[in-house]
């Protein structure tokens, strides 16, 4: 069979208009049409082109969004239109955005409705926190870091339809989304400039406030004790208040540089809002400036914010931990720093204002939110500006948390057994979270619904593993590892002045080394040792060795 331009036409081909030139059918385009054009390419549900004579089909954001077809002008569903069918056409509202953009027509809506869900939402919102604040027991405020940082990051991406539901639900509340629960696009404006405006000023007018609350109360706090408490609880409020918004408000500040371009025919729009041109206006310009601003206020002002003021108490924070394991063992050592830095707090009132960055944190480890911190803006900022759902932004993130997985397993920076191992499981949770996401990415679509429903729930139970651990197992867990601090130093006491053999060649005898080392003497050869809690180290740097009772 010959098409008009004497072609032979062949399944899984389309002729280009170019001299009857017959080209494969791209990813996205119907196969099993004989005949088709560029002009006449029939693409399946799910995806999108700018133009007839366009010839890079796009993947939509949400499949839902378009409907496919041959006619260019209408590719996306009803309510839904350009880049992608990822914006609201008029009349309709956006609810969510990007892969979880829904537009809800404004037809019998009212304002009132859409306000009393509105302000029920925000009360909602300020009751988790204000319960996050309150909480005092480190197991659930671990909890809550991890899930914070683990489920706000999972959005974006493809996943089977109950985890979706899942991750949509829990992760509006971790991101502080209110515009992704409410129709307010049929009252006023929701696009992306509103919530930077939105997410960035309200913080810094809430910190203004507890600022000038603080200051208020310093000169009372020098003879008023309660004044001194309560001073202290609002710095705790201060820095509770930025440790929970940096990781939304960065992603937001973030996205207004990430844009995806169509070509020059079609413009570049913001991968975060595709109703938003960009390099377009003196308003798009003006929000970039503005971003860049705030740059320096939440993704770098707030780590720099904590390194200041820890690093300003650095010499109380550490409590002289280290030099404690060169007396005694390690959880000695912790003990007594743990003491020192207690006793610090009580002469020091600054200090004991930034319990919230390091109560949780051994002595030696006063900085680790910081890096905590590092961690959160790689795995929610900084990713923005790889596209959504691609197998890049995917294996960045697994990357990134099984670089952090090992810091954790390798520092074990927590005060408690129990929370060293918590982190671990959650840096876990992250990483097969988004083995998930690859493995849908690579093709999970030829599996049967059965075994895709075995994976959805996999994928939710692995968000629950961190709660369960909380709730059934914190004793349990944390006596049964609690043997890591407990004995490592006393490992290495057991064999002071212990007479030690080896099956090194050369090597005769040995005999305990000054202050807590070991000094191994060969025949004809150089004297080898290694050292133990005395030395400050934790190496042996010769063959096997074995110890004898002691």
């Known amino acids: 069979m010959k098409d008009q331009t004497g072609c032979e ?81 008029s009349g309709y509202a956006a609810v969510g955005s990007q892969q979880q953009l ?35 027991n480190e197991s659930t405020q671990e909890l809550i870091r991890s899930q914070s940082g683990s489920l706000a990051f999972c959005y974006g991406l493809r996943f089977p339809n109950f985890f979706n539901g899942f991750t949509n639900f829990f992760g509006s509340i971790f991101k502080m989304d209110l515009f992704s629960i409410a129709p307010l696009g049929c009252s006023t404006r929701t696009d992306h400039y509103t919530t930077l405006l939105v997410y ?24 008023d004790d309660r004044s001194k408490k309560l001073r202290n609880k609002i710095a705790g409020i201060f820095l509770a208040m930025t440790f929970v918004v940096l990781p939304a408000v960065s992603v937001t500040i973030f996205s207004t540089f990430a844009c995806q371009d169509f070509g020059d025919d ?44 820890l690093r300003d108490k650095m010499e109380k924070l550490e409590a002289g931990q280290a030099k404690f394991e060169e007396e005694m063992g390690a959880k000695e050592a912790l003990e007594k720093a743990l003491e020192v830095r207690a006793e610090h707090e009580k002469t020091d009132p600054e200090l004991r204002a930034l319990t919230f960055l390091y109560e949780s944190y051994e002595p030696r480890y006063w900085w680790f939110e910081v890096f905590e911190t590092g961690r959160k803006l790689c795995l929610t900022g900084f990713l923005v500006f790889l596209t959504p759902r691609t197998a890049t932004q995917i294996v960045m ?33 992250l990483f097969f979270t988004m083995f998930g996401a690859l493995a849908i990415r690579v093709d999970l679509d030829g599996e049967s619904l059965q075994d895709r429903w075995y994976f959805d729930m996999f994928l939710t ?26 004995t490592r130093a006393s490992e290495w006491e057991r064999l002071e002045g212990v007479v030690v053999q080896s099956d090194a060649i050369g090597i005769e005898e040995g005999v305990a080394g000054g202050e807590g080392g070991f000094e191994m003497r060969g025949l004809g050869r150089e004297s080898v040792g290694f050292d133990g809690p005395a030395g400050g180290g934790r190496h042996v740097q010769i063959g096997v060795v074995r110890g004898e009772g002691g």
């Not at 629950?464 to 407990?486: H, Q, R």
């Open 102 to 136: 829904t537009c809800e027509t404004c037809s019998g809506i009212s304002d009132f409705k859409i306000y009393v869900v509105f302000v029920g939402v925000a009360l909602l919102f300020a009751s988790i926190f204000y319960f996050i604040f309150r909480q005092s």
């Open 397 to 429: 993130s697994m990357t990134i948390s099984i670089m952090t997985t090992r810091v954790y397993s390798g520092a074990k920076p927590f005060t408690s057994d129990f929370n060293d191992r918590f982190a671990e499981v959650a840096m876990w949770q």
């Open 461 to 486: 139970l692995i968000q629950f593993l961190p709660l369960l651990i909380v709730v059934f197992m914190n004793d349990k867990i944390g006596a049964t590892y609690s043997y890591d601090k407990e």
């Open 9 to 89: 036409v062949v399944t899984g081909y389309y002729n280009d208009g170019n001299e009857g030139q017959s080209i494969a059918i791209p990813n996205g385009v119907k196969k099993d049409i004989l005949g088709m054009t560029l002009q006449t390419l029939d693409l399946e549900e799910g995806f999108w082109r700018k133009s007839p004579d366009s010839v890079e089909i796009y993947e939509c954001l949400n499949s839902k969004h378009c409907k496919g077809g041959v006619n260019t002008t209408d590719l996306c569903s009803d309510g839904y239109s350009g880049p992608l069918c990822a914006v609201c056409a």
């Open 200 to 223: 960035t000023i309200v913080p810094l007018v809430l910190g203004i406030v507890l600022f000038v609350a603080w200051k208020r109360l310093e000169d009372r706090a020098l003879n």
């Open 266 to 309: 079609y413009g570049k729009f913001m991968k975060v809002d595709y109703s938003i041109a960009c390099d377009d206006g003196v308003e798009y310009w003006f929000f970039w400036l503005y971003a860049i601003a705030m740059i320096f206020v939440y993704p770098l002002g707030i780590p720099g914010l904590y390194t200041y003021l």
